[in-house]
């Protein structure tokens, strides 16, 4: 069902991907590249930079928590959000407000 549904990126764009981030971003940059259509999940800020300038579509953990409560797959994101913090993820507090403002917490604190 899925023989040929995944594929080998361009070998000469993790090279030039790797010229701005590190390996691990610089690969799946190289596999969006070929599937301009995919969402890329990457948190890494300089990754995010260099997917929107190399026209990709970025979207980081936060974002997907968003979306998952706007598709009601979530009722609140504040205890993933506390979750993902407590092992020691750094996330900007500022961001993480900002995110619980557009999911309607903004009362609930991170």
């Excluded at 968003?66 to 507090?93: S, V």
């Amino acid at each position: 069902m899925l023989q040929g549904a995944v594929r080998a990126a361009d070998q000469t764009l993790p090279a030039h991907y790797a010229q701005q981030v590190d390996c691990g971003e610089a690969a799946a940059l190289a596999l969006v590249t070929d599937h301009r259509h995919a969402l890329l999940l990457i948190d890494d800020r300089r990754g995010r930079q260099v997917a929107a300038a190399n026209g990709l579509r970025p979207i980081g953990t936060l974002g997907w928590l968003l979306r998952a409560k706007r598709h009601l797959l979530l009722d609140r994101i504040a205890p993933e959000l506390e979750a993902l913090r407590r092992p020691g993820l750094c996330m900007d507090t500022r961001t993480c407000r900002e995110v619980l403002l557009a999911a309607g917490e903004a009362e609930d604190r991170v």
